[in-house]
């Protein structure tokens, strides 16, 4: 069974510009969750999508958005990135909301100049 | 806010040495997982634990989940190299049931 997949692996982006990351849940699972890691801040919550619906928010700004399609796959953009921005981007999939067991995708590693 | 501390947060021991990482919370959870994480890669969940008191041991670590299921530890016996790695404890429940993590312990088993 393929593990989680996310897309890029690696990204360079300057200051303003807007960037969409992918994340392929492993089949037959429905919900898809973002996490935003950096040394000082640990792993944040972004959002949880299940079925194409946004169920959980974290506490972070409206420039970071989501959505799931209907193949559970799911995007997670940032607007007018900030220096700040710079993490590993995280996804996790899992059978349902509610689970116990999240399985993590490699991360995207943004780097905002 | 429910914040999951770890300690301690950094772990720099010889490998054969025994080591104690601590996750304590004042909230309640449903369950406690345990990951571990290596340089550029995404965290693996290594056990769940979700009765209170409930103890499990996998080869040579041994998780615990507190009595009250605010606190988790979790115990390695004989350290290994293979055990470097970033530990994180997560917790599910509360009224937003997503997963909460904590801050991290970071283990360097020195050969």
């Known amino acids: 069974k393929a593990g989680v997949t996310q897309t890029p692996r690696y990204l360079i982006k300057t200051r303003g510009q807007q960037v969409t990351l992918s994340c392929s849940p492993i089949s037959g699972h429905r919900s898809v969750s973002w996490y935003q890691q950096t040394p000082g801040q640990g792993l944040q919550f972004l959002f949880e999508?299940?079925?194409?619906?946004?169920?959980n928010k974290g506490n972070f700004p409206g420039r970071f958005s989501g959505r799931q399609f209907s193949n559970s796959r799911s995007e997670m953009n940032v607007s007018t990135l900030e220096l700040g921005d710079s993490a590993l981007y995280l996804c996790?999939?899992?059978?349902?909301?509610?689970?116990?067991?999240?399985?993590f995708g490699q991360g995207t590693r943004l780097t905002v100049v | 806010t429910q914040l999951l501390e770890q300690s301690p947060q950094f772990l720099s021991i010889q490998e054969g040495e025994n080591l104690t990482v601590y996750c304590n919370s004042s909230?309640?959870?449903?369950?406690l997982q345990w990951y571990r994480q290596e340089p550029g890669e995404g965290p693996v969940l290594l056990v769940t634990?979700?009765?209170?008191?409930e103890v499990k041991k996998l080869k040579r670590l041994t998780f615990q989940f507190g009595d009250a299921r605010k606190d988790s530890s979790l115990h390695i016996t004989a350290a290994q190299p293979g055990d470097t790695g970033l530990y994180l404890c997560?917790?599910?429940?509360?009224?937003?049931?997503?997963?909460?993590f904590g801050t991290g312990t970071l283990l360097a088993v020195q050969p």
């Open positions: 634990v979700v009765t209170g008191g």
């Open positions: 909230s309640v959870f449903s369950s």
């Open positions: 999508y299940f079925s194409e619906t946004q169920r």
């Open positions: 996790a999939s899992s059978l349902a909301t509610g689970r116990l067991r999240a399985f």
């Open positions: 997560a917790g599910e429940g509360g009224a937003t049931n997503k997963l909460i």
